[in-house]
């Protein structure tokens, strides 16, 4: 008895039907048991996230690059204006809202669009601070003015919902600083993964925040990832 461990491509989903057929030796009285027809039922399970964005932007391209061999995750990123009808977006598992709502998009007519979606809001200076208020409930912004803040992450030592790995803990160490739009951040819900710190200052500001109760949200109070994928090249290669 011998065993052969043979792999198939899966070049689109659905049931598909194979078969297996050995070449027929003269002396083999039974010819019946030579072909084999078996099915398999191909599913796409990769988590898919959509990137919705106002206006571009170098992160954008940065996080393109970050999926872009990832096998189990298919990103798609669209303009926000070419997203006709809340059909097209259910079928995500995430919704990243890349400055968004911004100051010329607010999103309001639209709130109801991504509802039920689990959502990641990245915050920049084009983001519009007070609309931000009411489409999320993670996070309160007060009134701020046009300028911004560099600002450097401070990770929380005792975060509970998962586990920070060493290798992270060290890239943050030594990131390149985010763009934070100036304001008066508060927590309102969810846990606090990351603080921002300024000028080597760590402040009450929530830098990254993150939300897993009913309404699943992450939000981001920084632009700038680009410099991190960078910093990441030129000290890693990778």
């Known amino acids: 008895e011998k065993k052969l461990a043979v792999k198939l491509k899966a070049k689109s989903i659905g049931l598909k039907h194979y078969r297996l057929k ?15 027809d078996f099915f398999v039922d191909i599913i796409d399970d990769r988590q898919k996230i959509l990137l919705v964005y106002d206006t571009p932007h170098p992160d954008i391209g940065c996080i393109k690059q970050i999926f872009l061999n990832k096998d189990n995750i298919k990103l798609d990123i669209i303009n926000y ?14 919704v990243v809202l890349y400055q968004l709502p911004s100051k010329d998009n607010g999103l309001i007519k639209n709130d109801k669009l991504f509802e039920g979606l689990p959502k990641f809001y990245i915050i920049g200076n084009n983001s519009d601070l007070l609309k931000l208020n009411k489409l999320q409930n993670s996070i309160s912004c007060r009134a701020s003015s046009q300028s911004s803040n560099e600002v450097h992450t401070s990770l929380v030592n005792d975060f509970s919902l998962f586990q920070i790995s060493d290798g992270l803990k060290d890239f943050l160490a030594n990131a390149p600083p985010l763009i934070s739009p100036f304001s008066d951040y508060k927590k309102l819900q969810g846990h606090v993964l990351m603080y921002q710190k300024i000028n080597g200052i760590k402040t009450g500001y929530p830098l990254l925040t993150i939300n897993s109760g009913i309404n699943k949200e992450a939000i981001l109070m920084g632009e700038g990832i680009w410099r991190w994928r960078i910093n990441e090249f030129l000290y890693h290669n990778s």
Do not use: P
């Open 22 to 36: 050995i070449e027929t030796d003269h002396k083999d009285k039974n010819h019946l048991n030579n072909e084999f």
């Open 81 to 94: 204006k070419d997203i006709k009808t809340k059909n097209s977006v259910k079928k995500y598992d995430l």
